[in-house]
């Protein structure tokens, strides 16, 4: 073997029993750098005839070429082995329980939130949305409460400062406007619910300037009270985790709808203290409803000669009261560590119809 090819064998073997990057490097250094042994060699080629250095030349330029990629290549191995390595170092066991968060509880009116929209998104409902602020025209006029209407009167409205034109907008008194809103963007079949805040110039235990209700629409072509108690009475089955329920209904009045119902729901309250569901002698008062008024579909743009619909109104905050068992309203909004402790729940207490709601 020449002395220029023992050169070769003996760099390669060197790289190859290179075990990390600085010891490549040495290789490297130690064959390619400035006082490289082939360097070295390279530099001979200067002192030699023009017939040697045809000769030479080929032959240390092959050597150079060879050690540089067979460097190369050992330095990718490295590399995917360091990562390897890492890999190995830093896997997560992703069957370890996790931890709950200690801090930091789920309010119980989101809580209550995600049930309810859990609940309705399970019989085919979507979730609408609508601004706080709302028109007076949405709020009241295209719900069939016009400027004059005594029922204005019954909603206590918080009224915004004057446009230049004159109108004011309002804190919306009820989640009934999106259905305003909903009626006038989307074609029928509708059936959302939406749920949210809402305000009205009120306050003792049982009654928050600011609460929450939550809407429900339905609009179709034979849509009906029979659909309507169905839908009321699923919707508590599940809500309160109860196999049957009782719902009786009571002719009533709301501009919006006709015919107006409300809907009560048989409980027993027998034990001081104590509320339960689908037995005893009492009736809870759960909320409005009714056949949408055809001059609301009108007003909103729908066909009231071809369709026909349903929608009612709960009160969220009275619906968390009620399922956990909280007397008063007020602390819901007071921010007290101590209540929200107390009341809160866990950010992996997810609600879900197949999971259970509530555990
Ligand atoms: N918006 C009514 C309220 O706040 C509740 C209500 C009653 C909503 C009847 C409805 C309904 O959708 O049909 O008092």
């Known amino acids: 073997m020449s002395a220029l090819q023992s050169l070769e064998t003996e760099i390669l073997a060197a790289i190859g029993a290179a075990a990390d990057e600085s010891a490549l490097d040495a290789v490297r250094v130690a064959a390619l750098g400035k006082k490289g042994s082939i360097s070295d060699l390279l530099k001979t080629l200067g002192g030699m005839t023009a017939a040697e250095r045809k000769e030479n030349g080929p032959l240390f330029n092959g050597v150079r070429d060879r050690v540089s990629e067979a460097i190369a290549q050992r330095k990718r191995a490295l590399a995917d082995l360091a990562l390897d390595a890492r890999l190995n170092l830093e896997?997560?066991?992703v069957t370890l329980p996790a931890r709950p968060l200690a801090q930091g509880t789920v309010h119980p009116i989101s809580q209550v939130l995600d049930e309810v929209t859990a609940i309705f998104a399970d019989l085919g409902f979507a979730v609408a949305e609508g601004p706080d602020v709302e028109y007076d025209d949405y709020n009241f006029t295209k719900l069939n409460i016009p400027p004059d209407h005594p029922a204005r009167q019954m909603h206590d409205t918080f009224?915004?400062?004057?446009q230049a034109d004159g109108a004011r907008h309002v804190?919306?008194?009820?989640?009934?406007?999106?259905?305003?809103?909903?009626?006038?963007?989307q074609k029928p079949p509708i059936r959302v619910i939406a749920p949210?805040?809402?305000?009205?110039?009120?306050?003792?235990?049982?009654?928050?300037p600011m609460f929450h209700q939550i809407e429900a629409l339905v609009i179709d072509e034979n849509?009906?009270?029979?659909?309507?108690?169905?839908?009321?009475?699923?919707?508590?089955?599940?809500f309160f985790e109860i196999e049957s329920v009782e719902?009786?209904?009571?002719?009533?009045?709301?501009?919006?709808?006709?015919?107006s119902v409300e809907w009560d729901l048989r409980c027993d309250r027998s034990v001081a203290g104590r509320i339960e569901f689908g037995r005893g002698n009492d009736w809870l008062e759960l909320g409005g409803s009714g056949m949408?008024?055809?001059?609301?579909?009108?007003?909103?743009?729908?066909?009231?000669?071809?369709?026909?619909?349903?929608?009612?109104g709960l009160g969220l905050d009275r619906l968390a009261m009620l399922k956990?068992?909280?007397p008063d309203l007020r602390p819901f909004f007071d921010g007290d560590l101590r209540w929200l402790k107390h009341f809160g729940f866990t950010a992996f207490d997810v609600p879900t119809l197949d999971a259970g709601l509530s555990r």
């Open 196 to 208: 949210g805040r809402t305000y009205r110039v009120d306050n003792d235990a049982t009654h928050s």
């Open 159 to 162: 009224y915004l400062a004057p």
């Open 223 to 238: 849509t009906h009270l029979g659909h309507l108690k169905w839908v009321v009475e699923e919707f508590c089955k599940a």
């Open 292 to 312: 949408v008024h055809p001059n609301v579909l009108a007003m909103c743009g729908v066909d009231a000669s071809r369709y026909q619909g349903f929608a009612f």
């Open 91 to 93: 896997r997560v066991d």
């Open 247 to 259: 719902l009786r209904g009571r002719p009533s009045f709301f501009p919006f709808t006709e015919p």
């Open 324 to 326: 956990y068992g909280a």
């Open 171 to 185: 804190l919306r008194t009820h989640t009934s406007p999106v259905q305003v809103r909903t009626m006038l963007t």
